[in-house]
């Protein structure tokens, strides 16, 4: 399996992956039943052509829930179109319709983790933030004719305060990992 997909894939294993579809506009991609949540661009493939990354979602309306606190959710799930731009069309690389949680989940005590997806330095950067108990993200590379897992980073926090960073490199298949001794911290800079 393909390793962009292999974090996805995981969880969600309906995924398309590297099909020779091509259309005229972004949203010709736009599967039936869905809209686009949030849209994406940058060059992940290093041709200086601005791709395009669709993030979609769903709207069965079966999936509207009435919340007794929070009102009407909608838990439709999220998903993701990878499109490369070949100048006169774009062409599907990764097609996965609900990898990703809805924006409106329960949190428990706490808001549920906020999905950010961004395209830094050509790397596509799957981002999951938590408020003050920190975050965790995945960034993909595309290579060798595959989106791979380049690193992965990880932030757990107390309020302010840095507990805990985790910081992998699957290039140079190095893992940094920093924790914090100070158990007295209180705000951020009193890590240690």
Not at 62 to 86: A, H, M, Q, T, W
Not at 136 to 155: K, M, P
Request: a negative charge; one cysteine or more; charged letters at 25%.
């Amino acid at each position: 399996m393909k390793n962009l997909l292999i974090i996805i894939a995981i969880f969600f294993p309906s995924i398309v992956y590297g099909q020779t579809k091509q259309e005229k506009e972004p949203s010709d991609f736009l599967p039936t039943g869905y809209v686009i949540f949030e849209k994406i661009d940058g060059d992940l493939n290093k041709d200086s052509l601005v791709d395009c990354v669709l993030i979609i979602k769903g709207t069965d309306k079966s999936k509207i829930i009435k919340d007794e606190y929070r009102g009407e959710l909608d838990r439709n799930r999220r998903g993701i179109i990878v499109l490369f731009n070949r100048n006169s069309h774009y062409e599907l690389a990764v097609k996965n319709n609900d990898c990703f949680s809805s924006e409106n989940e329960d949190g428990g005590v706490y808001y549920a983790p906020e999905l950010t997806l961004e395209i830094y330095k050509g790397n596509l950067k799957i981002l999951y933030g938590h408020g003050r108990y920190g975050y965790w993200s995945y960034t993909f590379r595309f290579q060798n004719n595959d989106f791979e897992l380049i690193g992965y980073d990880l932030s757990a926090n107390r309020g302010p305060v840095v507990n805990k960073t985790i910081s992998i490199n699957f290039l140079t298949k190095k893992k940094q990992i920093n924790e914090n001794i100070n158990q007295n911290a209180e705000v951020d800079g009193d890590e240690v």
